[in-house]
């Protein structure tokens, strides 16, 4: 069972940059794919960023690409999310996740919230 604990997010100017961190715990993390995803109010979750379990395969959504980076540290069992010019759109709630090899996205972070001020 993998825990996953979100921290970094806050209240920022549009143009700002934050940094998310995710720190995982109880599992092999090398083992599992990562993601962020992020939830605004009164949408659906929506994937932001996945990572693939040996750091080599990245995706962005259309939205952030270009602005937000992925990677992670597999020696210190933390994802991380670099999001820079960031815009009010930005403004949600960020979940990281983990889906072991092959699996689905099963494991959730209680999320961080980031909110964008023009």
């Known amino acids: 069972q993998v825990q996953l604990v979100e921290s970094g997010g806050g209240l920022v100017q549009a143009g700002a940059s934050l940094r998310l961190s995710c720190a995982a715990s109880?599992?092999?993390?090398?083992?599992?794919?990562m993601g962020w995803f992020r939830q605004a109010p009164g949408k659906e979750r929506e994937v932001v960023a996945r990572?693939?379990?040996?750091?080599?395969?990245?995706y962005y959504a259309d939205s952030v690409k270009g602005r937000f980076t992925i990677s992670r540290d597999n020696a210190k069992n933390t994802v991380y999310l670099q999001m820079n010019s960031l815009k009010p759109e930005d403004t949600a709630v960020y979940y990281c996740s983990a889906a072991f090899i092959g699996g689905n996205y099963d494991y959730w972070g209680q999320g961080t919230q980031v909110t964008v001020s023009s």
């Open positions: 990572i693939s379990a040996g750091g080599s395969n990245k």
């Open positions: 109880g599992g092999t993390f090398s083992s599992y794919a």
